[in-house]
């Protein structure tokens, strides 16, 4: 049995997941609720196409599941993305991929509780909000410290919650809109009329403004990347897993696509005209079109819901954590830890709790552009590891199934990908430069002065 702690201990993570908890996991890592803050920022991005948008995302995202699924049945490891690369390309690749696939993994964590403390705030205006981040981080340390299936039988109730706060709130605004009624006041001569096809493409349609607003929507989908990190706790993993990532990106997708189709047309114009900051719309919305008390109710559970996406977040980046430490690319001691008791990789976890309190100081729109580089980057390299691993390495090339599953699918979804990274904000781009540069200085002295590979663990090989 492997040593992954560099000491005597033997204690490994437990297959313990099944089909339906990972698809609770992902959908309470996504938080389908985050469609309320993101459609503000994407609206104005987008040229007021929020649907489309997401279509273009989800379209690149599906293309990319698929890609997750060929990895996972070939790489059953914790370290997703980082492992894909590293066994399929080249170990120093893997731990950049690794490396940046941090600015997605441990700030995911942290947008949860800036948005929870945003929402305490508009109920709780006189408490200070490190009161609220001290509180929040401790909650999803906890948790996660009892364990992973814990955190999905946590996150159950609340997803489904969500799935009914979001079925009502449309209905709500259907109802609005087919009355005559919109934010603006009335639907007579409004730009969007309810059943058209305008709030998806017109005339006024950029193609580049819809894949800027689906580089920011990648932060509404990165729960679906972040199942791989469950590889070594998913029964019958290659079986599973592949099928539950798929599933849950497609799940999240048409609900984001239905969901926001009715509320552009119901927000038609610029968004700046209707919410007080662009960047934090929820609170706005549920007023807008509930009222007062639909707002307070739900901003209430809203609380819950993004304590969910951060504890799945939270147990999502302590995994990648454990693989990298178990390799030795970073302190094995530390990061390759898995607790006796709990079988949970916890001095990560603790270390994930810290790094969140430093959301505090951090600005809501710029963690969301810096994650969509990690975001970005993994997903790039998940699709080049498939056309690597299979088709160059392992030459599965010679049938018509095999070159449509790893050289046509994964290279549409690195396409799909590339668009995007052709769009990406500059802040995101320049913070995430500036952390790959961090990490090449790392692997210069980890290798050496690049003499020799980055460490890796040999259990695929």
Same mark, same amino acid.
């Given at each position: 049995?492997?040593?992954?702690?560099?000491?005597?201990?033997?204690?490994?993570?437990?297959?313990?997941?099944?089909?339906?908890?990972?698809?609770?996991?992902?959908?309470?890592?996504?938080? !389908?609720?985050?469609?309320?803050?993101?459609?503000?920022?994407?609206?104005?991005?987008?040229?007021?196409?929020?649907?489309?948008?997401?279509?273009?995302?989800?379209?690149?995202?599906?293309?990319?599941?698929?890609?997750?699924?060929?990895?996972?049945?070939?790489? !059953?490891?914790?370290?997703?993305?980082?492992?894909?690369?590293?066994?399929?390309? *080249?170990?120093?690749?893997?731990? $950049?991929?690794?490396?940046?696939?941090?600015?997605?993994?441990?700030?995911?964590?942290?947008?949860?509780?800036?948005?929870?403390?945003?929402?305490?705030?508009?109920?709780?205006?006189?408490?200070? *909000?490190?009161?609220?981040?001290?509180?929040?981080?401790?909650?999803?340390?906890?948790?996660?410290?009892?364990?992973?299936?814990?955190?999905?039988?946590?996150?159950?109730?609340?997803?489904?919650?969500?799935?009914?706060?979001?079925?009502?709130?449309?209905?709500?605004?259907?109802?609005?809109?087919?009355?005559?009624?919109?934010?603006?006041?009335?639907?007579?001569?409004?730009?969007?009329?309810?059943?058209?096809?305008?709030?998806?493409?017109?005339?006024?349609?950029?193609?580049?403004?819809?894949?800027?607003?689906?580089?920011?929507?990648?932060?509404?989908?990165?729960?679906?990347?972040?199942?791989?990190?469950?590889?070594?706790?998913?029964?019958?993993?290659?079986?599973?897993?592949?099928?539950?990532?798929?599933?849950?990106?497609?799940?999240?997708?048409?609900?984001?696509?239905?969901?926001?189709?009715?509320?552009?047309?119901?927000?038609?114009?610029?968004?700046?005209?209707?919410?007080?900051?662009?960047?934090?719309?929820?609170?706005?919305?549920?007023?807008?079109?509930?009222?007062?008390?639909?707002?307070?109710?739900?901003?209430?559970?809203?609380?819950?819901?993004? $304590?969910?996406?951060?504890?799945?977040?939270?147990?999502?980046?302590?995994?990648?954590?454990?693989?990298?430490?178990?390799?030795?690319?970073?302190?094995?001691?530390?990061?390759?830890?898995?607790? !006796?008791?709990?079988?949970?990789?916890?001095?990560?976890?603790?270390?994930?709790?810290?790094?969140?309190?430093?959301?505090?100081? $951090?600005?809501?729109?710029?963690?969301?552009?810096?994650?969509?580089?990690?975001?970005?980057?993994?997903?790039?390299?998940?699709?080049?590891?498939?056309?690597?691993?299979?088709?160059?390495?392992?030459?599965?090339?010679?049938?018509?199934?095999?070159?449509?599953?790893?050289?046509?699918?994964?290279?549409?979804?690195?396409?799909?990908?590339?668009?995007?990274?052709?769009?990406?904000?500059?802040?995101?781009?320049?913070?995430?430069?500036?952390?790959? $540069?961090?990490?090449?200085?790392?692997?210069?002295?980890?290798?050496?002065?690049?003499? *020799?590979?980055?460490?890796?663990?040999?259990?695929?090989?």
């Amino acid at each position: 049995m492997t040593n992954i702690s560099g000491t005597q201990s033997t204690v490994k993570l437990q297959k313990t997941l099944g089909f339906w908890h990972i698809i609770i996991i992902g959908l309470a890592y996504i938080q !389908p609720m985050t469609l309320f803050d993101t459609f503000g920022l994407v609206s104005e991005e987008s040229h007021f196409h929020v649907p489309t948008s997401y279509i273009v995302a989800l379209i690149a995202i599906l293309f990319t599941s698929i890609s997750y699924g060929h990895m996972i049945r070939r790489y !059953p490891s914790s370290g997703s993305a980082y492992t894909y690369a590293q066994k399929s390309i *080249h170990p120093n690749v893997g731990f $950049m991929v690794g490396w940046s696939s941090w600015l997605d993994y441990l700030l995911s964590p942290m947008v949860n509780i800036i948005l929870a403390v945003i929402y305490l705030e508009a109920l709780f205006p006189d408490v200070n *909000h490190w009161v609220w981040v001290i509180c929040l981080t401790a909650v999803m340390t906890i948790v996660n410290l009892r364990g992973v299936k814990f955190v999905a039988n946590f996150n159950s109730l609340i997803v489904f919650v969500q799935l009914a706060v979001i079925a009502y709130f449309t209905w709500m605004v259907y109802q609005l809109l087919s009355s005559g009624v919109n934010a603006d006041g009335t639907l007579v001569n409004a730009k969007y009329q309810l059943w058209s096809l305008e709030p998806f493409w017109n005339e006024m349609t950029q193609v580049g403004a819809l894949i800027t607003g689906a580089t920011l929507l990648c932060f509404s989908f990165t729960g679906f990347d972040s199942l791989s990190s469950l590889a070594e706790e998913t029964k019958d993993t290659e079986k599973t897993l592949p099928r539950a990532i798929f599933m849950t990106a497609l799940l999240a997708g048409v609900i984001f696509i239905i969901s926001t189709y009715f509320m552009q047309i119901y927000f038609p114009n610029d968004p700046k005209t209707y919410f007080e900051d662009i960047a934090a719309t929820q609170p706005d919305i549920l007023l807008a079109v509930g009222g007062i008390a639909f707002k307070t109710i739900v901003l209430y559970f809203a609380i819950v819901t993004v $304590m969910a996406s951060g504890i799945s977040a939270h147990a999502g980046v302590s995994r990648l954590m454990y693989v990298m430490g178990r390799d030795g690319v970073i302190n094995k001691k530390i990061f390759g830890h898995v607790s !006796p008791k709990n079988f949970t990789p916890s001095y990560n976890i603790m270390i994930v709790g810290a790094v969140a309190l430093t959301a505090g100081f $951090m600005d809501l729109d710029i963690v969301i552009s810096m994650i969509s580089f990690g975001a970005l980057t993994a997903f790039t390299f998940v699709n080049l590891s498939v056309i690597s691993r299979y088709a160059l390495r392992d030459g599965r090339t010679k049938t018509t199934k095999d070159i449509i599953s790893f050289v046509v699918i994964p290279l549409l979804g690195f396409i799909s990908i590339f668009a995007m990274w052709l769009e990406i904000e500059e802040t995101a781009l320049k913070y995430g430069l500036w952390w790959a $540069m961090f990490g090449i200085l790392y692997l210069g002295y980890k290798t050496k002065g690049f003499k *020799h590979p980055a460490p890796q663990h040999n259990e695929f090989d």
